[in-house]
């Protein structure tokens, strides 16, 4: 019903910058509540920012929270992860994730995946 798509990954030096984008389509993403979550190597994947169908709610892990910024774009049927001053730990596959359940922090809620998007910090 919803299909997302991630990109914006790549290769990044400690402190530099860089903003992920999740295209969705299908059925209207603006009903959507949306979170990115991220998993390394050897690592269960894990919670990092969520944001309200409105965009006027949003939660961080406190891993990320000062430097991280989730946003969207309705009209556009995108939602956006700035992250500033990358770490080493950063590194991970990003994925989009979209579910109609509410506000979470739970991977159980959504129901859109995408296929994920690597993002490497290197010291």
């Known amino acids: 019903q919803v299909q997302l798509v991630e990109s914006g990954g790549g290769l990044a030096q400690a402190g530099d910058s860089l903003r992920l984008s999740c295209a969705a389509s299908?059925?209207?993403?603006?009903?959507?509540?949306a979170a990115w979550f991220r998993q390394a190597p050897g690592k269960e994947r894990e919670f990092v920012a969520a944001?309200?169908?409105?965009?006027?709610?949003?939660n961080y892990a406190d891993s990320v929270k000062g430097r991280f910024t989730i946003s969207r774009d309705n009209a556009k049927n995108q939602v956006y992860l700035q992250m500033n001053s990358l770490k080493p730990e950063d590194t991970a596959v990003y994925y989009c994730?979209?579910?109609?359940?509410?506000?979470?922090?739970?991977?159980?809620?959504?129901?859109?995946w995408g296929q994920g998007t690597q993002v490497t910090v290197s010291s």
């Open positions: 994730a979209a579910g109609s359940n509410g506000l979470s922090r739970r991977i159980s809620i959504y129901d859109y």
């Open positions: 299908g059925r209207t993403f603006s009903s959507y509540c």
């Open positions: 944001i309200h169908y409105g965009g006027g709610i949003v």
